[in-house]
């Protein structure tokens, strides 16, 4: 435990001596000690648990501010992607696809490029945030070049998303001119393409410095392995919500389960492809959590079909467990390894005992640090927080807590908030504004039954909602942690890159639904033949 305190640096000098200083591939950095003593291996806090910390100060915001701020955020955040959303495909008028390519320019040169950006801009996100994670470790980067650096890969992110809007706009231009409208399946033979086309162009023009780093290639290479069990789970998804209203009660409980199986089993393998590749743990859970948006949002708009309550209860408390479980990873991580329990070595039921006993009292002893830290945090003030000593054993924990719990807090976060956005976009094709008149183009949507998604929804809200509660009044309990604290801290953080991985979750949804691409399901293709015939 008594590596050498530290003081916290909080000063952007200090930060960028301890980013120059840091040690290739390690979360550590080696300082002078003031006083001419010799050197010490520490680690920097982050802003999100410093944010953390500040909220156990004595001079925290009131409770009732803090309810307010928490409001204000989710409100916004689900605004801002509610917009997103509807920009894409729902403000833009649509003409019937059967007219044809030219007829449907306000779809092929303006709603679909929109979407197309969008996908390209939330990947490409991915792959900077793993790519910047990395080079504020990176020593071999001076502090003259980090910044431009930094600024060349991020202004890249704004416009190289275009080279997927032109590559898909130019492959459904060439094959107007034979007449094939919609292509047959255009996400996997249009859009997906277009889309890795995008990334390729992202990685060859990283300044040089950035790509001679092994690293970087290990980032894009669990990217592209993370969008391929994302786009894998659209498509299983899409013949989910195409078979589960035919079937019986008891298949609709087997599609269900069977559907939460592999998300498991799927998720396990990206996240092992990442502990391949040396991603940070943290960065991994954020990618699983993206991966798993797919299912969230198809269930909700499927609720409705579900014939008996234990399939509804399925489909929804399957999902709500997976937050527990995550929960519970995330402290499972930070025990010391002899703690753990390693299924591989266990050979008796006395060895099951043991590992058992040895995690419970390590859980003890990692909620006893969270307590202490929080005691100290409560005697003083936010100021004097600034100049506290830490041990690097509590650096490293924070800024593990501070690093992983985020994801894990818009998992629940997404849960809760896919049921309104579902409603809201059902509300709106309804309507009798202009924000109904793409409301026949949507397969599900135009023939679904308001009424009976508003109830099932309704109850999945109310469920997603108490899970987030007991899970809350669980963490404060136990660990001294505010699920509804984290919310706040990761909006803040945070905002635009989950706005941007849930509007590329719930574009590529939509994109999946609309007539316009093709994705019917039947496999006739009357259209395609008659075009063809002409």
């Not at 809007?165 to 007449?179: D, Q, R």
């Not at 234990?310 to 390894?337: H, K, N, T, Y």
């Not at 299924?343 to 859980?363: M, N, Y």
């Not at 309990?477 to 905002?495: N, P």
């Amino acid at each position: 435990m008594d590596v050498g305190p530290v003081k916290v640096a909080t000063d952007e000098k200090r930060m960028e001596e301890h980013l120059q200083r840091e040690e290739d591939g390690s979360t550590t950095s080696r300082i002078n000690a003031e006083h001419g003593e010799s050197k010490t291996s520490v680690l920097k806090m982050n802003d999100k648990a410093l944010l953390c910390l500040q909220d156990w100060c004595s001079d925290r915001d009131s409770w009732c501010w803090q309810i307010f701020m928490l409001i204000s955020h989710i409100a916004v955040f689900g605004l801002s992607l509610a917009l997103v959303v509807l920009w894409a495909y729902v403000v833009f008028p649509f003409e019937n696809p059967g007219l044809g390519f030219w007829p449907n320019w306000m779809f092929n040169f303006v709603a679909h490029p929109i979407a197309n950006y969008i996908v390209a801009r939330g990947i490409l996100g991915w792959c900077t945030r793993q790519i910047m994670c990395d080079l504020e470790k990176r020593p071999s980067l001076c502090r003259a070049e980090r910044p431009e650096i930094t600024q060349r890969v991020r202004r890249s992110l704004f416009w190289l998303p275009l080279v997927d809007s032109l590559c898909c706009a130019g492959e459904h231009i060439i094959l107007s001119f034979a007449n094939v409208y919609p292509i047959p399946f255009s996400v996997p033979l249009a859009c997906i393409p277009a889309a890795f086309a995008s990334m390729g162009v992202f990685y060859l023009l990283l300044p040089q410095e950035v790509r001679a780093i092994r690293s970087t290639g290990n980032c894009l290479k669990f990217t592209v392995s993370a969008w391929t069990v994302f786009c894998g789970f659209y498509a299983m998804m899409l013949f989910y919500i195409a078979y589960f209203p035919q079937m019986d009660t008891g298949a609709q409980l087997a599609m269900s389960l069977a559907v939460s199986a592999v998300e498991f089993l799927a998720v396990k393998v990206a996240v092992t492809s990442g502990r391949r590749w040396n991603m940070p743990l943290h960065i991994a859970r954020e990618i699983r959590t993206c991966m798993k948006l797919p299912v969230i949002i198809f269930k909700a708009s499927i609720l409705s079909e579900a014939k008996d309550a234990w399939v509804l209860l399925s489909m929804i408390l399957l999902e709500v467990l997976q937050v527990g479980s995550s929960v519970i990873a995330v402290f499972f991580d930070l025990l010391p390894r002899d703690a753990t329990l390693d299924w591989t070595k266990i050979r008796s039921r006395h060895q099951v005992l043991q590992a058992c006993r040895s995690s419970f009292e390590g859980f003890k002893s990692l909620r006893k640090r969270l307590k202490d830290i929080a005691e100290i945090c409560r005697t003083m003030t936010k100021e004097e927080l600034n100049d506290v000593t830490w041990s690097k054993e509590d650096l490293h924990l924070l800024n593990e807590i501070s690093s992983s719990l985020p994801a894990v807090v818009m998992l629940e976060l997404c849960e809760v908030v896919a049921p309104l956005i579902y409603l809201s976009l059902l509300l709106c094709l309804r309507s009798n504004t202009f924000l109904g008149h793409n409301s026949s183009y949507f397969m599900g949507l135009a023939e679904a039954n308001l009424e009976e998604n508003v109830l099932a929804n309704s109850f999945s809200l109310l469920l997603e909602v108490a899970m987030f509660v007991v899970t809350d009044t669980c963490m404060r309990a136990v660990f001294g942690i505010s699920f509804f604290s984290f919310i706040r801290l990761v909006l803040r953080c945070d905002f635009s890159f989950w706005l941007s991985t849930l509007s590329v979750a719930y574009v590529a949804w939509l994109t999946m639904l609309v007539q316009h691409t093709g994705h019917d399901l039947t496999f006739q293709f009357s259209w395609l033949a008659k075009g063809l015939s002409d």
